[in-house]
């Protein structure tokens, strides 16, 4: 035994060790493990984006991932686990123009092919940095397979999959209203926009009514309109009312006098109104609010642009405005409806305000030119996925949030106007491609299509599918197996994958999704680094262990509830690690030489090692079946307790006046099925303790045949 047994367990001693000895090995990658005869076991790590570190759901879904991919791995199966970087364009583009300010030097000033430059600069340096906490996690990756979403052959799959979709039709040019961000000076789409609660006001405008011989007047010859954007009435088209609205009824096509601009507009009945909200009637500016544009569409509303692309207004706007940003626009339009009496009421409001995920700047919807994919077709493959069982959710609740939105669904904008991304395939077009549009290849792309594809025909569905070439990787490893990640990305990520993946290969990327839970503060407060309650797992690792880490992230995974973060899980887990590295050096100062991998339990007389193998039988396949079924803190919370209770507190305590061969094997049997099973959940120190174990039957306890 090991000099360093006889000390207390010191993670910092030995997890950076055991890890360089695993990269060394080479058995992360699938081609070199031995006994790999039950066939491929695929996950593609949802790729991190450039610009980030290790935050906590990064680290628990990490662990999710290493755990089957460790458990498959020591069961025969040639375990691929995939991972990779988003080159994440908008954010990545925000964080290097801040780096490039404080120089006091714009993107602009640099120029695009310098700035560029200044980008991969910075991806160089600091691009890779998450992968590298990835492995102080103990992440069991094939780094060798590592993929980036602006390689050179992953641009190829890009520019493949934008080509088949424009050649059958389904991307097309448009000037469409989008969701704009004058900040980042680009177009989102809803699902890259967060909303924040704002105080605010709601005012009640009078609008006139004009007056004709068959109108009676209504409200002393006005009409009350509740707005909290009186900015946007410079931009009105109409008013308008839900056609059920009996207050309303006889105002119905009748012609109002819109404040200000002094435009003649018309009342519409649109059952998009709702009756309740404010007075009822809701003014419609089909240029600058998606429900508004629907209201202009179907009854052939003209659009006025009254906020252009910097967030200002524009001539469209009239003179009494142009030029001035939103909020001096509102205030200005607030004191001429003041002045000429007609704000009915002024009353305190919160309402949503849609914010851009990446600068947090308020977006404005705007008409513009944009790229758009057409969703009807693509959507049906989608659902059909799940609806079919083809692809589950784990907790299937999920499945919910996923078809809801994809039978609701809208064209996709999916060009974006930055510098930084794919650009897109269409001769004088400058716009780059949505970031999700590359990340909805991830699980095929990463594997070398279209490159390793010999392209077939499906007249029926027109399209051009592929067949994998014999012996490369997407033969191999497609489909994918498991896809672990976060509710937040189901839409954004998920569905455009499925989709994606029956679409160019003809079948789905994965069969199951396990939606990990989110990491809550202790009063179950979303985790935030502006406030200072985020927490960062390389304080934990350094301060506990990647083990210890990974138990009180896991310990804590129950039932697919959100976690409600103890960090004195971690420290439990501390405290097992020290229990299991004490119980592996009695047995093996007990047992010495005659420790024994295999025994025959039928052989074994004595009544309480019977006993034990039993229950340690029992645990072992009620761990295997948690772990299969996605329970993975029921099946750790099943080990603890055979660890500390049934082996430590029993049956050690029960051996140690004992001396015969017959208690000997089954210690040290335990042991080693104790170290198989938790090494998914605990690698580093079951590894550390294989190493010193006489007699092992493989090179490293990561190998080891876990059914032996």
């Known amino acids: 035994m090991n000099e360093e047994f006889n000390k207390p367990y010191d993670p910092k001693a030995v997890e950076e060790k055991i890890y360089n000895e695993w990269e060394k090995s080479g058995y992360f990658n699938p081609d070199n493990l031995p006994h790999a005869d039950k066939g491929p076991f695929t996950i593609a790590l949802p790729p991190p984006n450039i610009t980030g570190t290790l935050h906590m759901g990064h680290a628990l879904n990490a662990t999710i991932q290493d755990i089957l991919i460790r458990k498959k791995r020591m069961e025969g199966y040639k375990a691929l686990w995939i991972p990779g970087t988003d080159h994440a364009g908008i954010a990545t583009q925000n964080i290097v123009e801040k780096q490039l300010k404080k120089e006091n030097i714009s993107r602009h000033q640099l120029g695009k092919e310098k700035f560029l430059e200044k980008i991969w600069e910075w991806k160089e340096k600091y691009g890779d940095m998450i992968l590298g906490q990835l492995k102080k996690m103990g992440s069991s990756c094939d780094w060798s397979r590592a993929a980036f979403t602006m390689n050179p052959q992953y641009s190829k799959a890009v520019q493949s999959a934008f080509r088949q979709y424009y050649d059958k039709g389904w991307i097309y040019r448009g000037e469409r209203i989008v969701n704009w961000c004058p900040r980042c000076g680009t177009s989102l789409s809803d699902l890259e926009l967060e909303y924040i609660e704002e105080k605010s006001k709601l005012w009640r405008i009078k609008y006139s009514i004009k007056k004709t011989n068959n109108l009676q007047p209504i409200t002393n010859d006005f009409i009350v309109v509740a707005t909290a954007r009186p900015e946007t009435i410079l931009g009105d088209s109409a008013v308008a009312v839900n056609p059920k609205d009996e207050r309303y009824k006889d105002l119905i096509g009748k012609i109002i006098i819109l404040p200000i601009q002094n435009r003649e507009i018309p009342v519409v009945a649109d059952i998009a109104v709702e009756k309740e909200f404010g007075t009822g009637v809701v003014k419609v500016t089909p240029a600058h609010d998606f429900t508004d544009a629907e209201i202009g569409e179907r009854h052939k509303l003209p659009a006025y642009k009254i906020i252009d692309e910097r967030g200002r207004m524009t001539v469209e706007s009239g003179e009494f405005c142009n030029g001035l940003k939103i909020a001096e626009c509102r205030e200005k339009v607030i004191k001429k409806l003041k002045e000429l009496n007609l704000i009915e009421k002024e009353e305190d409001h919160t309402h949503s305000v849609a914010k851009c995920y990446r600068c947090e700047g308020t ?144 079948k789905e990327p994965f069969n199951n999704v396990i939606i990990h839970a989110t990491i809550l503060t202790k009063d179950g407060k979303r985790m935030s680094k502006s406030l200072g309650t985020g927490i960062d797992p390389m304080i934990l690792i350094d301060k506990y262990g990647a083990d210890a880490t990974r138990f009180g992230l896991i310990w804590q995974s129950m039932g697919g509830q959100d976690i409600h973060w103890a960090e004195e899980h971690v420290m439990a887990g501390k405290k097992f690690a020290n229990k299991l590295w004490n119980i592996s050096r009695f047995v093996l100062t007990k047992t010495g030489d005659s420790f024994v991998s295999k025994i025959d339990a039928g052989d074994i007389k004595d009544e309480a090692s019977r006993e034990l193998l039993k229950k340690l039988e029992s645990t072992k396949e009620s761990v295997n079946k948690d772990i299969d079924n996605y329970d993975f803190g029921q099946a750790l919370h099943t080990l603890y307790n055979f660890v500390w209770k049934e082996f430590a507190d029993k049956y050690i305590e029960y051996s140690k006046d004992k001396n015969s061969e017959e208690v000997f094997s089954v210690l040290s049997f335990s042991l080693l099925t104790v170290l198989k099973t938790l090494h998914p959940f605990m690698p580093f120190i079951t590894e550390e303790i294989y190493q010193n174990l006489p007699n092992k039957n493989a090179e490293f306890l990561m190998v080891e045949e876990i059914s032996n």
């Not at 609701?408 to 510098?419: A, E, G, H, V």
């Not at 390793?452 to 012996?471: L, V």
């Open 363 to 506: 977006v404005e919807p705007l008409p513009s030119l944009q790229w758009f994919l057409k969703m009807s077709e693509l959507a049906k493959l989608a659902i059909e996925a799940v609806e079919s069982g083809k692809v589950r959710f784990h907790p299937q609740r999920w499945e919910k949030v996923y078809l809801d939105w994809l039978k609701n669904i809208k064209d996709w904008c999916i060009s974006r106007q930055i510098w930084w991304g794919h650009k897109i395939p269409i001769e004088g077009s400058e716009d780059v491609l949505d970031t999700w549009f590359s990340s909805a290849l991830w699980p095929f792309a990463t594997l070398g299509w279209p490159a390793q594809c010999e392209p077939t025909t499906d007249d029926k569905r027109q399209t051009t599918r592929c067949k994998s070439k014999e012996g490369g990787d997407l033969a191999q490893f497609y489909p994918t197996q498991v896809l672990s990640t976060a509710r937040d990305i189901i839409n954004l990520w998920v569905a455009r994958m499925v989709y994606s993946g029956i679409e160019f290969m003809d």
